[in-house]
């Protein structure tokens, strides 16, 4: 690997970890700022498009977290691999858990295509997928997976 490809590797884990940090903390303006203008973003049963119906998403998902008192949580990552496409564009893969104030309560993959842009790695699609859940999980009616 030279040093082109590892800088892009730790740029892209960096992007990764950043998505988390800003959605565990609230910090909606940051964790929007990580997708580019026209980026799609899909969990089980939304297909949204557009940095203004993603920022509506996060603020939505996170009241309704916060409403069924699952917060303060933290996402955990595992399993992170990235196949870089060029010098500006990769994929990756990632596998995470969501432990809120209970302990663990779901659990998923996130599946992205990425960019490079003047500011720096964005996401261009992300596929937020929850596998599975703890029993009564709030997870469920919050977001639409009966």
Not at 80 to 105: H, M, N, S, W
Request: aromatic share 10%.
């Amino acid at each position: 690997m030279d040093d082109s490809e590892l800088r892009l590797r730790v740029a892209i884990g960096d992007l990764l970890a950043s998505y988390q940090f800003f959605a565990d903390t609230g910090r909606l303006d940051e964790l929007v700022g990580l997708f580019t203008p026209d980026a799609e973003f899909r969990t089980n049963t939304e297909h949204l498009v557009g940095r203004e119906s993603i920022r509506e998403f996060f603020a939505r998902t996170g009241a309704a977290f916060a409403a069924v008192k699952l917060l303060p949580g933290r996402h955990h990552l595992a399993s992170v691999k990235v196949t870089p496409d060029g010098e500006t564009r990769a994929r990756t893969y990632a596998c995470f858990q969501f432990i809120g104030v209970g302990g663990l309560d779901h659990w998923g993959t996130y599946r992205d295509t990425v960019v490079h842009t003047p500011d720096g790695w964005r996401f261009a699609a992300r596929k937020a997928t929850v596998e599975g859940h703890v029993p009564d999980s709030p997870v469920v009616r919050l977001l639409g997976l009966d």
